[in-house]
T-cell receptor, first 115, second 115 residues
């Protein structure tokens, strides 16, 4: 099973709203990732969690706040977003260790629209 | 700067023909590459990977070729089917100490399969 589950699939929010994106995996992976993907572009890395600790923040604005409550869950809290933040947000997970095993498996994403 | 890029943004192929998707990379120290397939409304799906100590790897109907001399890799799809219609990304996969991996994606190639 290589399934990464993301909820919700679609989200529309206003610029003053607070919302959260959720990601779950049960593959025993100890690294989890958030990506942002704009239309017709490749995914761009936002955050990496390793063993439930934030290990990489790719200079993401503070209106995006990640959280890793346990080894299976990853959240992305959204607050005061801008219309240009509208995108597909992808979650991925992988093992930590030898490069050959560290394939990232992606969820289907949350399509976010900021009005 | 470092980059992983593609030669062709769109590839139109007749059903049953073979497809070849090309990708160039600039970092000669790149060690590990992955091809992902992304269908409309879905996240990237792992297809096949290859390490720099190999020049060819085969999967089911897919073959990846790596030419380190010219820093080029390609994905060949045999007997292309309608279900192969998608955007294909090559990506360099780099291990980040004990913190998972960082994927650097190429720009993507859209494959359209004509019946």
């Amino acid at each position: 099973d290589t399934e990464v589950t993301q909820t919700p699939k679609h989200l529309v929010m206003g610029m003053t709203n607070k919302k959260s994106l959720k990601c779950e995996q049960h593959m025993g992976h100890r690294a989890m990732y958030w990506y942002k993907q704009k239309a017709k572009k490749p995914p761009e890395l936002m955050f990496v969690y390793s063993y439930e600790k934030l290990s990489i923040n790719e200079s993401v604005p503070s209106r995006f706040s990640p959280e890793c409550p346990n080894s299976s869950l990853l959240n992305l809290h959204l607050h005061a977003l801008q219309p240009e933040d509208s995108a597909l947000y992808l979650c991925a997970s992988s093992q930590v260790g030898l490069v050959a095993k560290n394939i990232q498996y992606f969820g289907a994403g949350t399509r976010l629209s900021v009005l | 700067g470092e980059s992983v890029g593609l030669h062709l943004p769109t590839l139109s192929v007749q059903e049953g023909d073979n497809s070849i998707i090309n990708c160039a990379y600039s970092n000669s120290a790149s060690d590990y590459f992955i091809w992902y397939k992304q269908e409309s409304g879905k996240g990237p799906q792992f297809i096949i990977d290859i390490r720099s100590n190999m020049d060819k790897r085969q999967g089911q109907r897919v073959t990846v070729l790596l030419n380190k001399t010219v820093k080029h890799l390609s994905l060949q799809i045999a007997a292309t089917q309608p279900g192969d219609s998608a955007v294909y990304f090559c990506a360099e996969n780099r291990k980040i100490k004990a913190a998972g991996n960082k994927l650097t994606f190429g720009g993507g190639t859209r494959v359209l399969v004509k019946p």
